[in-house]
């Protein structure tokens, strides 16, 4: 099928009428497609994208920036936000395959959902009673790309920025929801934009009279060393990492760092850690969209010891047995979902065992 024209704002006032579409993707040579409730749909009657629409779509996205687009093709990747004249703000990725422009955009509620929207009430109050009411320590989300990690994140700043009087600093890139000052001051910046990178932000984030930091990913060993260093200053330090699981979480944390490293790292880490909070996504069973399911690791003297002494595969053990300090794993998470009829047993293949769930 021949491609008709396209222009961006036409694809995605299509898209966002459809609140259970997570993402959009758009390719050189390909047919305009998206995420449905997990599910990649193609959209074919607008026929595929020319090579010659595509940069013109980009060049849309980059608000028509030629600065902007001349570094696309020399880096060949970037990441940036958008804002649709529908007031629909999108998280953007573009980059070249075998040589031709692909862009995938992520849409970013509008509206911050609270914690008792996304999950049990019991899990939220926990959240609630023993991270929000911190003042120093290390708050890690984890999960796989997509798996609401960023949803999370803003519901507990938000909390935050409701209830306390705090300076709230977030590092980003990009910035995906922008807070309005409540009772705390809020400022955010974005890499490249506020600047030069998460190294810099964080070093100056020291000078700016933080309370709270959130720090938008830990990709490398200096980042990991940095929000460690704001953790132990006495600053309530959100962050994410890209694992499955509370454990294998501090595994990736540790091996950020070189072998000699490693046992003072892990000593520092002991010692500052509140919570790991890992989640994914499922389909809900009435086809309503998806749902999260989460596991809570909380660092108490038990996990303290086995971290120390690096018996991490210990601690899962602690988890399971340990809901009496509001703990719970992804398959005890689960089951509770699946007693609840929330969601179907095949939608856990591939996240948790289900054999005895």
Not at 325 to 353: C, F, H, W
């Amino acid at each position: 099928m021949q491609g008709i024209w396209l222009d961006i704002e036409s694809v995605l006032k299509v898209i966002a009428s459809n609140q259970n579409i997570s993402d959009v993707h758009l390719s050189a040579g390909e047919f305009v497609a998206y995420r449905l409730n997990g599910e990649i749909v193609r959209k074919e009657e607008f026929g595929r994208v020319w090579d010659e629409n595509m940069e013109i779509i980009l060049r849309q996205l980059f608000k028509n920036n030629p600065q902007r687009f001349d570094k696309f093709l020399v880096d060949k990747e970037a990441d940036f936000a958008y804002v649709s004249k529908d007031n629909v703000a999108y998280r953007v990725n573009a980059f070249l395959s075998t040589g031709r422009i692909g862009v995938v955009m992520r849409k970013i509620d509008s509206t911050p959902r609270v914690l008792e929207e996304i999950m049990f009430q019991n899990v939220s109050e926990t959240i609630k009673k023993n991270v929000l009411q911190a003042h120093k320590g290390l708050f890690l989300v984890t999960g796989p790309t997509g798996s609401g990690k960023s949803t999370s994140i803003v519901a507990m700043l938000e909390e935050i920025n409701k209830e306390k009087t705090y300076n709230i600093i977030t590092v980003e890139d990009p910035i995906e929801y922008v807070f309005q000052a409540q009772k705390s001051l809020v400022s955010q910046r974005e890499i490249w934009h506020d600047t030069r990178s998460f190294d810099n932000a964080i070093k100056s984030a020291l000078r700016e009279d933080p309370n709270v930091i959130f720090v938008g990913e830990i990709r490398n060993m200096e980042t990991a060393e940095a929000v460690l260093n704001l953790a132990e200053t006495g600053h309530l330090v959100f962050s994410t990492l890209h694992t499955n699981s509370a454990t294998y979480t501090l595994n990736r944390f540790i091996s950020f760092f070189p072998a000699d490293m490693q046992v003072g790292i892990i000593e520092r880490v002991a010692d500052c850690l509140l919570w790991v909070m890992s989640q994914n996504l499922v389909k809900r069973k009435d086809g309503q969209g998806r749902i999260a399911m989460f596991e809570l690791l909380l660092n108490t003297n038990a996990v303290k010891n086995n971290l120390k002494k690096r018996e991490i595969e210990q601690i899962q053990n602690i988890i399971e047995t340990s809901s009496q300090n509001g703990m719970i794993t992804m398959k005890q998470y689960a089951k509770k979902l699946l007693d609840r009829q929330i969601i179907d047993p095949k939608e856990l293949e591939g996240i948790v065992s289900v054999s005895n769930v």
